[in-house]
């Protein structure tokens, strides 16, 4: 069984800084990419940023290269985003869900007021 469980979220204000985190239950969790999504009111949801298993490749949305870093912890079963530099536009509620399977966290949500 796999569940996951964000947090971190909050209101910031624009040139803000979150860090929002991902826990993780299960022994596979070092062996499976993972993934943060987001979706924004009215919106369909969107890929952020995603992570090799081994956390040696990481890859980002256009929207969000340079702001956010993904990071990973195995030993902890953990997976970070740090956001920078918020802007009003990433508004949303931040998931984070296995690449493989349809593991979802419950989300968190991130308000960046302007």
């Known amino acids: 069984q796999v569940q996951l469980v964000e947090s971190g979220g909050g209101l910031v204000q624009t040139g803000g800084s979150l860090r929002l985190s991902c826990a993780a239950s299960g022994r596979t969790f070092s062996s499976y990419a993972m993934s943060w999504y987001r979706q924004a009111p009215g919106k369909e949801r969107e890929l952020v940023a995603s992570?090799?298993?081994?956390?040696?490749?990481?890859n980002y949305a256009d929207s969000v290269k340079g702001r956010f870093t993904i990071s990973r912890d195995n030993t902890k079963k953990t997976m970070s985003l740090q956001m920078n530099s918020l802007k009003p536009e990433d508004t949303a509620v931040y998931y984070c869900?296995?690449?493989?399977?349809?593991?979802w966290g419950q989300g968190t949500q991130v308000t960046v007021s302007s």
């Open positions: 869900k296995r690449v493989m399977g349809n593991y």
């Open positions: 992570i090799t298993n081994t956390g040696g490749i990481t």
